[in-house]
């Protein structure tokens, strides 16, 4: 990839495309292409190809799908597998017919099963039943998975797939009813700080164990595997972590410090724990030359600050 490579970043206003965004402009990368899902909506596959034949790109970021947590899978089963299954299907054919030299496609680490052991091995995959609540998404990123190797295999295309731990930073979602643990606990202990409450409530026991990865860190190392890998070095897919766990208890009490809240940490028993350890094993992405830079400490804070300039200045 050089500087005036042009590239097409997938599903630039989400947390990942985002932070993709800001990281290749960071590198002077200045052939950057974007379009929101008005301009184009990647499940039609009309104006995908018709999106690629103009516009010709060299690179893609496969970041665009539709997401959520499990109230929103459960809610919307048919749309978080018949979208996301249509927006990389599009993608990646558009980019095969018109030779696109790379393409990273993104997942998750839900994509393993329920029981797998832990720290996730890549080579988890498909060795069990999946976590019934992200079914319709898990199944759609396994065939993204399978799609991109199938694509190398036949065709000689450069697909390779990442699949990211939790991820937080800018641009993530702050809604208690649909975010995940960190942004919610963010604005739960933000709002107890403001109103000078003496306890914030966190759910479930707090016992269980998550790793989380900053965002940036994550645009690092997708920009880092586009430029420096192929897929005979990445294999099916390569998980992205840091390999550090940490309770969600610890996690609250970090929030805490960096907020700036001193009262006390109360958990809620009647809400669900969910899975008891969620790590993913780095071995891989170690041996391709990538590391986590950014501490969880340093993370929180930084996002701490964006959502009291983009968040909390807007309510
Ligand atoms: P998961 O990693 O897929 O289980 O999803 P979450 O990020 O939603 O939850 C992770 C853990 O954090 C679970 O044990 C939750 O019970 C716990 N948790 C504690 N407080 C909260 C909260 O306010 N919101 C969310 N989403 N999870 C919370």
């Known amino acids: 990839m050089d500087k005036h490579s042009k590239i097409y970043v997938a599903g630039h206003r989400g947390l990942v495309g985002s932070a993709i965004v800001r990281h290749l402009q960071t590198k002077r990368y200045n052939n950057i292409v974007c379009k929101t899902s008005e301009e184009l909506d990647l499940r039609n596959q009309i104006q995908v190809n018709q999106f690629f034949e103009n516009e010709k790109p060299e690179y893609v970021f496969l970041a665009a799908a539709k997401v ?20 990389q299907s ?4 558009a980019a095969r017919q018109n030779d696109v030299k790379k393409l990273l496609f993104l997942g998750s680490t ?3 099963p329920k029981m797998a052991p832990q720290p996730l091995k890549e080579e988890f995959l498909l060795t069990g039943e999946l976590e019934p609540t992200n079914e319709p998404y898990a199944l759609a990123k396994i065939a993204g ?17 990442v699949m990211p731990t939790n991820l937080y930073g800018p641009n993530d979602n702050f809604d208690l009813e649909t975010s ?7 604005r739960k202990i933000h709002e107890a700080k403001i109103n000078r409450e003496d306890a914030v409530t966190v759910w479930g026991s707090g016992k269980p164990l998550r790793e989380f990865l900053h965002v940036n860190d994550m645009a690092d190392a997708s920009v880092y595997l586009m430029e420096n890998c192929i897929p005979e070095q990445i294999g099916d897919f390569v998980n992205i972590g840091t ?7 610890q996690l609250a009490e970090t ?27 780095v071995t891989k992405l170690h041996q ?26 807007n309510e």
């Open 90 to 93: 599009n993608v990646i054919e």
């Open 180 to 186: 995940h643990v960190l942004p919610a606990l963010m």
């Open 255 to 281: 929030l805490c410090e960096v907020i700036g809240f001193k009262g006390e940490i109360i958990f809620d028993s009647s809400k669900p724990d969910g899975t008891p350890r969620k790590l993913t094993n």
């Open 145 to 161: 998975i399978k799609l991109c190797n199938a694509y190398n295999k036949q065709y000689g295309t450069r697909f390779i797939s």
């Open 288 to 313: 391709l030359g990538w590391q986590y830079h950014i501490e969880l400490k340093e993370g929180v804070q930084d996002t701490y600050n964006w959502y009291l300039d983009n968040v909390v200045i």
């Open 110 to 112: 839900c994509i393993y």
């Open 243 to 249: 390999g550090q766990e940490l309770t969600i208890h």
């Open 68 to 87: 959520g947590g499990i109230l929103a899978n459960a809610t919307y089963p048919a749309q978080f597998l018949y979208d996301n299954l249509m927006i």
